[in-house]
């Protein structure tokens, strides 16, 4: 997400620009803050207002509406994806991030960060029945919490690689509850909100803080005379009361606001390098793309047949299922349906994240693989299945013996295309929090604060899968495929 | 061998065949001509099958026809385990060897061991004169060539009766003697065939009868020298007149 961020064309950047400065004086020429957030992060933080979804609500919504008016301008949200606020932000898309970021070295090794707004505290939650007291009981145990957080930071610092990720506040409670995590730590603005609530009757959260942050506005580098601003309107309202008020009408009042500021946090201390120790984590991670695609196309291709024969030679009700199992699988997306599998079907199957990463993907490609099929069974002349008739061979037979090795041969490029390109749609299930090849270049991109090395790494992986595979896919086709090498033009 | 009882056939509102009724003894080779569009291929599909009919009754090798039977059915299978077909384009299946062509529905159907299978192409491969070719592919054989392999394919399931559809109309000229020999010593042998041609030497010299189709009946039956030489109708005289006339 961070490189795709950082390579897409940027629309819509502010006069200020990421490297001169100025974008205090551009804001007042303006009459406009403009700051990037993310509705994904939900309740309290900023959200569609459930009465009227094309307004956005919450609490750094109304602090920001007041630093604003401090600066005498207006305030505007622009939306972004969380992971992309800080890179989107050295753009120059927006002028400042007011989303729940915390404070933390690394942060401010790159960014300006403003005085905080927001006292957090890291919560542990667990199901009721767990022994766990504290972060530091967690060894051996599957962890989840949110990307890119300092939670995040918190446990690799305690236990590697071993934590699961996630993009929205609900899948990782709702992965503790069924029992495919053993403990979630996030702020506990989200603990509070998502945890432990009444829809979570099996979950607790522990009472003790695992650690205290804070949260704080983003600003570019070049701005000190925006961040001093900033810092002004902050400690105003902090003196005439107001943002106590916004923060009691959220409900997010409490103790820890009045208690001295917590340290800043320091978690993984510096940046990464590049070292075998990467390399062996993308192999396996390269791994994990291989031993997913493989299965699913091999779940795809078994399923992709049945269907195209029963769309064909099928009696109607057969042939109406296969249509609506074609056109629903490839009119809808991959990712809605990889979480319909995990998280809404979970009561019914309670399925592993690889389990359900290679289901989904299978049977997502298998509507594709249907109609290569189909089309390729379509392509063969009607005197095959009618000499094959004539000799006594039977329906099932004549699919077996005559019609489907031809329709394979003919099949076998598209295949090859759809292999390719299932190889790379299987980044998509790193939202049901498989670690794959593309999740695992995000995560180095984050830890090396640059994209190039990971990037380049991740993509010489995805082609050393690929071109030996379509090599292998070229072999076979001349061996199939005798009678059908073409003229010369 | 084969008796056809009134046999009717319809393409939408168009009459194929209208009340076709005739008799085949074993070993009788007929040849069935006349003019394009008559009906005479329909009427060899509709013997063994590949096409339905709509009125009308069919015995042949010892099965009974009769109109709106299942596709797939075992009345069927056993039909054309008994009755030989052999198309105009050959349609030999192309990602199989000569060999595999025919040795795949003695082995599938009929559960012949492949060793015996194998052996038995072999011998077929000899009787139409392509004992070196086993292992060749379609696409590697010339058009004489996969029509004797198709021929040997359709006798590898031992059938009571061969149906052949025009099956040297695709060919050069060239290459249909290696067909039509192939064709005489089988009918020199006993085979029961019909034969839809347009070869006048075929008709005259191979064949014991002729039957002249048009527009959906039998309009002559007789043997070479009658029909042939002595056409009594109309069509039949024009059909062989037309054939008969010098090449410019």
Excluded at chain 1, 274 to 284: I, P, T, Y
Excluded at chain 1, 320 to 326: K, P, V
Excluded at chain 2, 178 to 197: E, N, Q, Y
Excluded at chain 2, 218 to 236: K, L, M, N, R, Y
Aim: with cysteine; charged share 20%.
């Amino acid at each position: 997400m961070l490189a795709i961020a950082w390579l897409a064309g940027g629309a819509g950047c502010s006069d200020g620009g990421p490297d001169h400065g100025g974008t205090l004086a551009a804001i007042r020429a303006r009459g406009e803050l403009t700051w990037g957030a993310d509705v994904q992060g939900g309740e309290p933080y900023v959200y569609e207002d459930p009465a009227q979804p094309s307004h956005v609500i919450g609490f750094e919504v109304d602090i920001m509406a007041a630093v604003a008016r401090r600066l005498g301008v207006r305030s505007r949200m622009v939306q972004y994806s969380w992971p992309t606020l800080v890179p989107s932000l050295e753009r120059g898309d927006f002028d400042v991030i007011a989303n729940g970021l915390e404070a933390t070295a690394e942060r401010r090794a790159r960014i300006l960060l403003s005085e905080p707004y927001f006292v957090y505290a890291e919560t542990l939650t667990v199901r009721t029945d767990s022994t766990v007291r504290s972060v530091f009981d967690l060894a051996g145990q599957r962890v989840g919490t949110l990307n890119q957080t300092y939670a995040y930071d918190i446990l690799r610092m305690l236990y590697g690689e071993a934590v699961k990720v996630y993009d929205g506040n609900e899948e990782p409670y709702k992965d503790l509850e069924l029992g495919r995590s053993d403990a979630v730590l996030l702020d506990n603005i989200i603990a509070d909100r998502y945890g432990c609530t009444p829809q979570h009757p099996a979950l607790k959260c522990l009472p003790y803080d695992a650690a205290r942050g804070v949260y704080v506005i983003g600003i570019r580098k070049a701005d000190p005379e925006l961040k001093a601003a900033i810092d002004a309107a902050l400690a105003g309202m902090r003196g005439d009361g107001e943002l106590e008020r916004i923060l009691r009408g959220a409900r997010l009042w409490d103790a820890r606001q009045t208690e001295t500021w917590p340290a800043e946090g320091h978690a993984t201390g510096q940046t990464r390098r590049f070292d075998g120790e990467m390399v062996v984590q993308f192999l396996e991670a390269a791994w994990v793309t291989l031993e997913l695609s493989v299965l699913a196309f091999l779940l795809a291709v078994p399923i992709g047949m049945a269907l195209a024969v029963a769309r064909i030679y099928g009696a109607g009700p057969a042939r109406q299922a296969a249509r609506l199992y074609i056109e629903l699988f490839r009119g809808t997306p991959v990712l809605l349906q990889l979480f319909v599998l995990y998280y809404g079907f979970a009561q019914l199957v309670n399925l592993g994240p690889m389990q359900a990463a290679i289901l989904g993907l299978g049977l997502n490609y298998a509507a594709y693989e249907a109609e290569v099929y189909r089309g390729a069974l379509l392509a063969i002349p009607r005197g095959q299945s009618e000499a094959s008739r004539a000799l006594g061979l039977g329906p099932a037979q004549t699919l077996r013996h005559v019609l489907l090795p031809q329709a394979l041969r003919l099949a076998l490029p598209p295949m090859t295309n759809d292999f390719v390109s299932l190889l790379k749609d299987s980044s998509l299930v790193s939202v049901i929090t498989v670690i794959e090849l593309t999740k695992r270049m995000t995560i180095a991109a984050v830890d090396m604060r640059g994209w190039i090395v990971p990037g380049m790494l991740c993509a010489a992986m995805y082609l050393a899968l690929s071109v030996p595979l379509s090599e292998l896919a070229r072999r076979l086709e001349r061996r199939l495929a005798r009678d059908q090498r073409p003229l010369t033009l | 061998m084969i008796s056809v009882r009134s046999l009717c056939k319809r393409h939408g509102a168009r009459e194929v065949l209208v009340g076709v009724t005739a008799e085949v003894a074993r070993g009788e080779t007929i040849a069935i001509v006349g003019p394009s569009g008559g009906g005479k291929s329909t009427l060899l599909r509709c013997l063994n099958y590949l096409e339905a009919f709509d009125q009308g009754q069919v015995e042949i090798a010892g099965v009974t026809l009769v109109p709106g039977m299942a596709g797939g059915g075992p009345v069927l299978r056993a039909l054309r385990t008994r009755v030989g077909m052999v198309f105009q384009q050959f349609h030999l299946f192309p990602h199989l060897t000569a060999e595999a062509n025919i040795t795949l529905a003695p082995r599938v159907v009929k559960r012949t061991p492949p060793a015996a299978a194998r052996d038995r192409a072999h011998a077929l491969l000899a009787r139409v004169g392509l004992a070196d070719r086993a292992g060749a592919y379609p696409h590697e054989l010339s058009g004489g060539q996969q029509q004797r392999i198709a021929i040997a394919r359709a006798l590898a399931q031992d059938p009571d009766v061969m149906l052949f559809d025009e099956p040297t109309s695709a060919l050069d000229p060239e290459m249909r003697d290696d067909v039509i020999d192939v064709m005489r010593g089988l009918a020199d042998g006993g085979m029961t065939m019909l034969v839809v041609t347009h070869e006048m030497q075929f008709a005259h010299d191979i064949a014991s009868r002729v039957w002249v189709i048009d527009r959906g009946t039998i309009a002559e039956d007789g043997p070479p020298a009658q029909v042939v030489d002595h056409p009594q109708t109309q069509v039949a005289r024009e059909f062989f007149g037309r054939l008969r006339r010098p090449a410019p």
